[in-house]
């Protein structure tokens, strides 16, 4: 089982909705991230959350807003995304980004656009 | 391109067999690197890490060697089990600690 939780497991949405992604860790990790993956290919940095602040944005459109509300909740806000966003949508966490450390990734949210 | 790849996309091997997975990567400044296990329907699951002041770093049935003259990365399994089939990943912390993943291969053990 992993130490990263995600919720939904699975999510169905139009291009018109509006839909949110939740991420929970109670490690203690002050660092999360927001990954996208596709079908048979490796998963791709979004976001990175240092205590609660975005450090990292890799150029990911608009339509994509992250929130951190604490350090334990990761959020991904989702609006009028387009049929190529589908995909497996990836948390992780890691103690910090000071310091070379493995993040822990949960089992992800997969993302089906209609 | 991806500063991080793999020689072979796919791996087969037998039940008991030691399997070699590897990995070439492109960063020369990149100091730190992790093998992951992708299962089907998973998120990746951390397996061992490594420094670049290492060469070598074991784990459970599973080493990971360094070679730092020609950027090239492997994973070792011992005694390979069905469980061990997945997709694994080699991915590479660069200075601004970006994460960047290699293509992946898929083991498949057969009984």
């Known amino acids: 089982d992993t130490e990263v939780t995600q919720t939904p497991k699975h999510l169905v949405m139009g291009m018109t909705n509006k839909k949110s992604l939740k991420c929970e860790q109670h490690m203690g990790h002050r660092a999360m991230y927001w990954y996208k993956q596709k079908a048979k290919k490796p998963p791709e940095l979004m976001f990175v959350y240092s205590y609660e602040k975005l450090s990292i944005n890799e150029s990911v459109p608009s339509r994509f807003s992250p929130e951190c509300p604490n350090s334990s909740l990761l959020n991904l806000h989702l609006h009028a995304l387009q049929p190529e966003d589908s995909a497996l949508y990836l948390c992780?966490?890691?103690?910090?980004?000071?310091?070379?450390?493995?993040?822990?990734f949960g089992d992800g949210t997969r993302l089906s656009i209609l | 391109g991806e500063s991080v790849g793999l020689h072979l996309p796919t791996l087969s091997v037998q039940e008991g067999d030691n399997s070699i997975i590897n990995c070439a990567y492109s960063?020369?400044?990149?100091?730190?690197f992790i093998w992951y296990k992708q299962e089907s329907g998973k998120g990746p699951q951390f397996i061992i890490d490594?420094?670049?002041?290492?060469d070598k770093r074991q784990g459970q049935r599973v080493t990971v060697l360094l070679n730092k003259t020609v950027k090239h990365l492997s994973l070792q399994i011992a005694a390979t089990q069905p469980g061990d089939s997945a997709v694994y990943f080699c991915a590479e912390l660069s200075s601004n600690y970006k994460l960047t993943f290699g293509k992946g291969t898929l083991l498949t053990v057969n009984p």
């Open positions: 490594i420094r670049s002041n290492m």
């Open positions: 960063n020369s400044a990149s100091d730190y």
């Open positions: 992780a966490s890691s103690r910090d980004t000071s310091a070379a450390m493995p993040q822990h």
